[in-house]
């Protein structure tokens, strides 16, 4: 079973960063889907982030309008581990954020899934990690 451990969470200032790291034995395969989500308290799950590794072990990211220029995923696969860089955070983007991967798929629905954030059908999660953004 795929085993995934977020961390790097913290509480900091409104317009400051802050990188995540989402870590675990093969989470950077070739055919992998990794996602990043978040929840705050009375709101539904967001997608906020993705990363596919297609057959080549190219990572390309998608990222929906909400967070875009603001957010980057990227990978270090030899060591197994997938971040996500936020800056200019703001009080809104107060939440547990946690990661999601999925390597049970094809080729193109894997890529569909990392295009659609939608929080269902992933093979594991993360336990999660709490960013709280307050001035």
């Known amino acids: 079973q795929l085993h995934l451990m977020e961390s790097g969470g913290g509480s900091v200032q409104p317009g400051e960063s802050l990188r995540l790291s989402c870590s675990g034995s093969g989470i950077t395969n070739r055919l992998t889907c990794l996602g990043w989500f978040r929840q705050a308290p009375g709101k539904e799950r967001e997608g906020i982030a993705s990363i596919y590794f297609d057959a080549r072990g190219a990572g390309t990211t998608y990222y929906p309008d909400s967070v875009a220029g603001r957010f980057t995923t990227s990978s270090d696969i030899a060591g197994d581990t997938v971040y996500l860089q936020m800056t200019n955070l703001e009080p809104e983007d107060s939440a547990t954020y946690y990661c999601?991967?999925?390597?049970?798929?094809?080729?193109?629905?894997?890529?569909?899934?990392?295009?659609?954030?939608?929080?269902?059908?992933?093979?594991?999660w993360g336990q999660g990690t709490q960013v709280i953004v307050s001035s």
């Open positions: 999601a991967i999925d390597q049970s798929g094809t080729y193109y629905n894997l890529l569909r899934r990392c295009q659609s954030y939608k929080d269902v059908g992933w093979q594991s």
